[in-house]
């Protein structure tokens, strides 16, 4: 069955919620005028935005993540948004001298031994990449969802992150089925990996479909302890990493 015809429905108050969506996007890229960007995750909340900033010519530039270890469904919707929408998407990879010499240091399975190890990952494929996104820019929005996860159950629309940029969470109070609802009434592209119980995608070896009753993102680093389940890209304490050699998140 798909993630539309499980989770699309319409709920109370929900033109309220994407009026107010559409208002703080506005607000943003007036404030922030040439230096902000959607940082996707390619996932179905960041495909709402997309198609938000899209539909409403908002000048807010898409930006992206290709860690060299997505799925090929997730990687295969950047041409998807660059055809549908006539958006070009900024694309950013990890540092391949990086990328190789944890490999040899330490396997390409290193993310299951050790939290720090992951972490390590992360630090190198997503967090140094993301420096970089926003280097020059002083503004960005992400999916994220109050209802996500216990970490995230207090997240604002609008805060400020560790370099002191404005963090634009548009969706904060959207619920999944409003993430849905809006995918299926405005025929918005998804990762077809949703169908198969994904909710919440990351790169292919930390990533796995859930069961019945499970949380959203339980399906994200399941071995690890719940509390430690975040990448970096959405944790204060954690620093981007920016040596090649020897990365840590």
Not at 127 to 135: G, I, S, T, V, Y
Not at 188 to 213: K, Q, W
Not at 238 to 249: N, T
Request: proline share 4%; hydrophobic share 40%; aromatic share 8%.
């Amino acid at each position: 069955m798909s993630a539309i015809a499980l989770y699309a429905r319409a709920s109370a108050g929900f033109e309220d919620r994407l009026g107010h969506a559409l208002d703080v996007l506005r607000t943003a890229a007036q404030q922030h005028a040439g230096r902000i960007v959607q940082a996707t995750s390619l996932g179905a909340e960041d495909m709402v935005i997309t198609d938000l900033i899209a539909r409403h010519q908002l000048p807010i530039a898409l930006g992206t993540l290709e860690t060299g270890m997505l799925h090929a469904q997730t990687s295969a919707l950047i041409p998807r948004i660059e055809e549908r929408y006539g958006l070009q998407v900024e694309v950013y990879r990890p540092v391949a001298e990086s990328v190789l010499h944890f490999v040899k240091t330490n396997g390409d399975r290193a993310m299951y031994q050790s939290i720090e190890l992951r972490k390590a990952c992360c630090g190198i494929r997503k967090l140094e990449p993301l420096a970089r996104m926003l280097a020059k820019r002083d503004a960005w929005v992400t999916g994220l969802r109050r209802e996500q996860s216990n970490n995230r159950g207090v997240v604002s629309f609008s805060e400020t992150d560790d370099q002191g940029r404005a963090k634009i969470n548009p969706l904060a109070d959207w619920s999944w089925n409003d993430v849905w609802h809006y995918i299926a009434s405005n025929d918005v592209p998804y990762n077809p990996l949703h169908d198969e119980f994904m909710p919440s995608i990351g790169c292919a070896p930390c990533t796995r479909a859930i069961a019945v009753g499970e949380d959203f993102r339980a399906g994200r680093w399941w071995w690890e302890d719940e509390k430690a389940k975040e990448c970096g890209l959405h944790v204060h304490e954690e620093k981007p990493a920016v040596s090649m050699i020897g990365v840590k998140a």
